[in-house]
């Protein structure tokens, strides 16, 4: 699964990241994020008009349009599974329809024992952008005639490096695989490439509670223990 991420760059860094993007004319700053937790509002890429690509604000978990129930019931699915993300009812019409990219500047996965977990905070090995297989939904809330855009991360088997952390990872696009994502020509086969080279440290068991240090660098930074 990918429970907890970062998406943390300018302007300029997405820019690159993900060509062409459109960038408004009043663009807002964009704010350093780095304990992002499901239900909260993340970044995502979506195709926009005369093929370029816009950076829109969604909310991590996926809420179909047919949802009826109240956004907090819908369970957890800030996550779909490669294996059934094309047959799941949650997630299948998305798949078809409603790709996006979800940047990010690392993720993190935890080691150890119930009670006494080890935080690790992954990213690419060159210190770039990752960019995340996404689906994203438009769903009107029943009770207050709100529309909520929503996303949802795809996740796969680890590959090797990353199964001596966990079993499972984030499904990443290589940036020359974009545009096929997004307008629905490529398939899983895309999802199941070898990603970039990955790296890892451990980070401050602060990360073991939700939301805290979210404007905080040092959260993403390599834990250096205090002697005194």
Same mark, same amino acid.
């Given at each position: 699964?990918?429970?907890?991420?970062?998406?943390?760059?300018?302007?300029?860094?997405? !820019?690159?990241?993900?060509?062409?993007?459109?960038?408004?004319?009043?663009?807002?700053?964009?704010?350093?994020?780095?304990?992002?937790?499901?239900?909260?509002? !993340?970044?995502?890429?979506?195709?926009?008009?005369?093929?370029?690509?816009?950076?829109?604000?969604?909310? /991590?978990?996926?809420?179909? $349009?047919?949802?009826?129930?109240?956004?907090?019931? *819908?369970?957890?699915?800030?996550?779909?599974?490669?294996?059934?993300?094309?047959?799941?009812?949650?997630?299948?019409?998305?798949? !078809?329809?409603?790709?996006?990219?979800?940047?990010? *500047?690392?993720?993190?996965? /935890?080691?150890?024992?119930?009670?006494?977990?080890?935080?690790?905070?992954?990213?690419?090995?060159? $210190?770039?952008?990752?960019?995340?297989?996404?689906?994203?939904?438009?769903?009107?809330?029943?009770?207050?005639?709100?529309?909520?855009?929503?996303?949802?991360?795809?996740?796969?088997?680890?590959?090797? /490096?990353? *199964?001596?952390?966990?079993?499972?990872?984030?499904?990443?696009?290589?940036?020359?695989?974009?545009?096929?994502?997004?307008?629905?020509? $490529?398939?899983?086969?895309?999802?199941?490439?070898?990603?970039?080279?990955?790296?890892? /440290?451990?980070?401050?068991?602060?990360?073991?509670?939700?939301?805290?240090?979210?404007?905080?660098?040092?959260?993403?930074?390599?834990?250096?223990?205090?002697?005194?």
């Amino acid at each position: 699964m990918c429970g907890r991420f970062s998406q943390a760059y300018s302007w300029e860094e997405i !820019v690159a990241f993900s060509q062409p993007l459109t960038v408004p004319a009043d663009k807002p700053n964009l704010r350093a994020r780095y304990n992002i937790a499901p239900t909260t509002d !993340v970044d995502i890429i979506v195709r926009g008009g005369e093929g370029n690509r816009v950076l829109r604000k969604a909310r /991590w978990g996926l809420l179909p $349009g047919w949802w009826k129930k109240k956004a907090n019931e *819908s369970g957890a699915t800030f996550n779909a599974r490669i294996e059934t993300v094309d047959s799941s009812a949650m997630f299948r019409s998305a798949y !078809v329809k409603r790709r996006c990219i979800i940047p990010a *500047s690392g993720f993190y996965e /935890w080691t150890g024992e119930k009670g006494d977990k080890t935080p690790h905070f992954i990213n690419a090995a060159d $210190g770039g952008l990752l960019g995340f297989a996404g689906l994203w939904e438009a769903w009107t809330n029943p009770e207050t005639g709100e529309e909520i855009t929503s996303c949802t991360i795809i996740t796969r088997d680890a590959n090797k /490096w990353m *199964s001596e952390i966990h079993n499972r990872m984030p499904s990443t696009l290589l940036p020359r695989d974009f545009e096929a994502w997004l307008d629905g020509s $490529g398939g899983k086969e895309l999802l199941m490439q070898p990603p970039q080279e990955l790296r890892e /440290w451990i980070v401050s068991q602060r990360m073991n509670r939700t939301g805290v240090g979210d404007d905080d660098p040092a959260t993403a930074e390599p834990f250096k223990e205090t002697l005194f």
